[in-house]
C-alpha cells in the first residue's frame, strides 16, 4: 500500500545527499503520498462508522470494525514512516531501508494488513453464518509471525508482494460470501460491494505483479508497471471509500430488513392478541348472558316437571311460575343487549313485597339443592317503589343468587327492606366469608371476579351497579351482622332519568296480551321465518285467532309469493336475520318493487343491540316487534297493519 515505493529503494549516492526524487518529492509522488494520509484517516472514520453500528447488531460488524482498525493501524505506520523519512531530506540525512524503526514500522504495516483482510473475511463469512477459517488458525500467532515478516522484509516492496499473493484471495473469497444468493431481496449495495471487493483483489493482484516486474530488491523503471505502484495509493483510496461505503448500506439495510420483520412479527402477534382477547371478550359475555340466565332457567326446569302433576292447584302453581320466570329471561336479555347503549328506563309501580316474593321462588330449586335457607324481612306495608320492573327484579336476582353462592350448606340469607326518606333500602346479607376491605371498590368492575373459572363471570355486580345507578340510586357493600357480607341499595322514590335519550330500536308499542276479539274470518298471514318452531308457534296461534296462514321459511320465497301472488295476504309477519335474503333485504326489494306493502308489513327480532340493527331499523318503514315477544302482542300488531276488510 505504499504510494510511490518504486523509487524507495533507488541506490542512495555515496554521499548521503538527499535524491530530488526521492520519498514523493516529485508531482505525482506528492499526490500519492496525499491520498496515502487520506486513506489513513478514512480507514479510522469507517472503524469508528462500524463501532458504532456493532452496538446491539451481529459479530460480522465487530470483524469489520477490526477490520479498519487494522487498516487505520497499517496505514498510520506507514505514513510515520514517510513522514520521518522526508523529516530526515530536509536535515540532509537519508533514511536507509534496514534502519530498525524503519524495520518495526513496516511490521505495524504488514500485521495491520493482515488484521484488515483477515477481519473482512471473517465478517462476511459470520454475516453468511459460516466459518471462514479452521481450527488451526490462531489470530495472535498469525499476528506474531505477520510482524516477524514485516520487520524481516529488507524493502516495502517485498512487503507488497507478499500482499498480491494473499489479499486478493481474502477479498475474492468475501466478494463470494456477500455475493446475493438464491432467494434473496436485489439489493444494489450489495452487488456494488461485491464488485469493489472482486476490482480490489485484481488490482493487488496487479501490485504483485508490477513488484515482479520492477524488481522487489532493487526496483527499476518499467514502464507502467513502476507508474502502477506510485499511484496505488490514490487507486486503493477510491477502492476502499467505496467498499466501504457500500459496506455500511448493507448493514443499514439489514438491519432495517430485521426492523421491519420484528415490526411485522409484532403486528402479527398484536393481531393474534386482539384475536385472542375479542375471543375472550365474547367468551365472557356469553358466559355472563348464561349467568344471568341460568337461575331463571334452573326455575322454569324445577317446575317444568310439576305440569304433568295430576293435582290442579300443582300444575296451576308451576305453570304460573314458569311464565313469570320465562318473562324474567325476557326482560333479561333486554337488559344485557341495552346495558352497554344506555337503554331508557320504564318506571312503573312496584309492588316491592310482591315482586321480592316473585324472585325468591325462582330460588327454590337452588336453595333445596344446596340445604340453604332464605329469609325476607319485609314490613307488613311498603310504599310502593317507581322503578323499572325488569331491572329492579334482576338486581334482587343477582343478589340473591350472589349470596347463596357466597354462604356455607345450612347457611341464612336474608333479604331486608324499609323506607327511607331519600327512598327504599333493600338489603341482602349472607354468612359467607364477607368482601375485603381493598376489593370493595373494585367488585363493580366488568368482569372482576374472585370465583374460580366457571363459577363466576364479573358481569353480575357490574349490571347491578349499572341498573342502581341509572336509577339515581347507588350501591354499598359492607360486614353482615353474623359475619359474611350485606349488600345496600338505595332505590330512590322518583328515579333520576338519564340527560341522554336513549338509543334504543324505534320497536312496536306493547299491545294487549290477548284481543278482546280475534282477527275477522278470512283474513290470511303469511309468516316468513327460517325457525320451524317459531314459525309454526306463530301460525298455530294466528289461526287460532281466526287468521288464514302461510308459511315459508327464506326471504327469497317470501318476496316470490308476495311479488306473484300478493292479492292472497293481507299482512305479512317476517323475521330480521334470515340465511339467504335476509329480513332488511326483504324490506328493501319491497321498497323497490311493490311498496304498498310495507305498511302491511311487521318484523321480529331477537337481534336489539348490533351496529346493523340499528341501521336497519333507522330506515325501516314497517313496525319491529322485539324477540321474545308475547304472540298476543304480535297479533294485536298485525291486526293493526292488516288490510281493511
Known amino acids: 500500500m505504499a504510494a510511490g515505493s518504486g523509487m524507495m529503494s533507488n541506490p542512495v549516492c555515496a554521499q548521503r545527499r538527499p535524491h530530488p526524487r526521492m520519498y514523493f518529492f516529485d508531482n505525482i509522488g506528492f499526490f500519492s503520498l496525499i491520498c496515502l494520509l487520506i486513506q489513513c484517516g478514512m480507514a479510522w472514520i469507517f472503524a469508528g462508522f462500524f463501532g458504532v453500528l456493532a452496538r446491539g447488531r451481529g459479530p460480522w460488524m465487530y470483524s469489520w470494525r477490526s477490520a479498519f482498525l487494522g487498516l487505520g493501524m497499517a496505514l498510520a505506520a506507514l505514513g510515520i514512516r514517510f513522514a520521518l523519512a522526508h523529516h530526515s531530506i530536509a536535515r540532509h540525512w537519508v533514511m536507509s531501508e534496514g534502519d530498525l524503526h524503519v524495520r518495526l514500522l513496516y511490521g505495524l504495516y504488514f500485521t495491520g494488513k493482515l488484521l484488515f483482510g483477515m477481519c473482512l473475511l471473517s465478517g462476511a463469512a459470520s454475516m453468511r453464518g459460516e466459518m471462514p477459517f479452521r481450527k488451526w488458525w490462531s489470530p495472535p500467532v498469525w499476528v506474531l509471525l505477520a510482524f516477524a515478516f514485516g520487520v524481516a522484509s529488507p524493502t516495502i516492496e517485498v512487503l507488497l508482494l507478499a500482499q498480491g499473493i494473499w489479499l486478493p484471495v481474502m477479498f475474492w473469497r468475501a466478494a463470494s460470501l456477500l455475493r446475493p444468493r438464491a432467494g434473496d431481496e436485489p439489493e444494489a449495495a450489495r452487488w456494488v460491494a461485491v464488485r469493489v471487493l472482486q476490482v480490489w483483489a485484481l488490482m493487488w493482484l496487479l501490485y504483485g505483479v508490477a513488484v515482479l516486474i520492477c524488481g522487489p530488491l532493487h526496483p527499476a523503471k518499467v514502464w507502467p508497471w513502476s507508474f502502477l505502484l506510485r499511484v496505488n495509493s490514490l487507486i486503493d483510496l477510491t477502492l476502499q471509500v467505496v467498499a466501504a461505503s457500500s459496506l455500511i448500506v448493507v448493514v443499514m439495510s439489514d438491519t432495517q430488513r430485521t426492523a421491519l420483520s420484528a415490526l411485522r412479527e409484532r403486528d402479527r402477534l398484536r393481531e393474534r392478541v386482539q384475536r385472542d382477547d375479542k375471543l375472550r371478550a365474547l367468551s365472557t359475555l356469553v358466559s355472563g348472558v348464561a349467568h344471568e340466565i341460568n337461575n331463571p332457567l334452573t326455575a322454569i326446569l324445577g317446575f317444568a316437571d ?43 309501580e312496584i309492588q316491592v313485597g310482591e315482586s321480592v316474593r316473585r324472585v325468591a321462588r325462582g330460588f327454590e330449586p337452588q336453595i333445596a339443592k344446596a340445604r340453604l335457607q332464605l329469609q325476607l324481612d319485609l314490613p307488613p306495608a311498603l310504599r310502593p317503589l317507581l322503578a323499572d320492573a325488569t331491572g329492579f327484579e334482576q338486581v334482587l336476582a343477582n343478589l340473591i343468587g350472589n349470596a347463596l353462592q357466597a354462604s356455607p350448606p345450612g347457611g341464612v340469607v336474608t ?3 324499609r323506607a327511607l326518606p331519600a327512598g327504599l333500602e333493600v338489603t341482602v346479607s349472607d354468612q359467607g366469608r364477607g368482601v375485603p376491605v381493598a376489593a370493595r371498590t373494585q367488585i363493580f368492575e366488568p368482569f372482576w371476579t374472585t370465583k374460580k373459572d366457571g363459577q363466576g363471570t364479573g358481569l353480575g355486580l357490574a349490571v347491578v351497579e349499572a341498573i342502581v345507578a341509572t336509577h339515581g340510586g347507588h350501591v354499598d357493600v359492607g360486614d353482615a351482622p353474623g359475619g359474611g357480607a350485606r349488600f345496600a341499595v338505595l332505590w330512590p322514590w322518583q328515579p333520576g332519568l338519564a340527560a341522554t335519550p336513549p338509543t334504543e330500536l324505534p320497536v312496536a308499542e306493547s299491545m294487549p296480551t290477548l284481543a278482546a276479539h280475534g282477527a275477522p274470518a278470512g283474513r290470511r298471514l303469511l309468516v316468513i321465518d327460517d325457525e320451524p318452531l317459531v314459525r309454526s308457534m306463530i301460525a298455530q296461534r294466528a289461526r287460532t285467532d281466526g287468521w288464514s296462514v302461510e308459511e315459508v321459511a327464506s326471504g327469497e320465497e317470501g318476496l316470490r309469493c308476495l311479488l306473484e301472488q300478493g292479492d292472497r295476504f293481507d299482512a305479512v309477519v317476517c323475521d330480521v336475520r334470515m340465511p339467504g335474503l335476509s329480513g332488511a333485504g326483504f324490506h328493501d326489494a319491497l321498497a323497490r318493487q311493490a311498496p304498498q306493502w310495507l305498511q302491511r308489513l311487521v318484523f321480529v327480532t331477537g337481534d336489539l343491540a348490533s351496529r346493523e340493527a340499528a341501521s336497519f331499523a333507522a330506515r325501516c318503514r314497517a313496525p319491529i316487534v322485539p324477540k321474545p315477544f308475547e304472540v298476543g302482542e304480535l297479533l294485536g300488531r298485525l291486526r293493526e297493519v292488516a288490510r281493511p276488510a
Open 306 to 348: 310439576d305440569l304433568d302433576d295430576p293435582d290442579p292447584g300443582v300444575r296451576s302453581r308451576a305453570a304460573a311460575i314458569v311464565r313469570e320466570q320465562s318473562e324474567r329471561c325476557r326482560g333479561i336479555v333486554k337488559r344485557m343487549s341495552l346495558l352497554g347503549r344506555r337503554a331508557g328506563l320504564e318506571p312503573t
Open 415 to 417: 333479604v331486608g327492606a
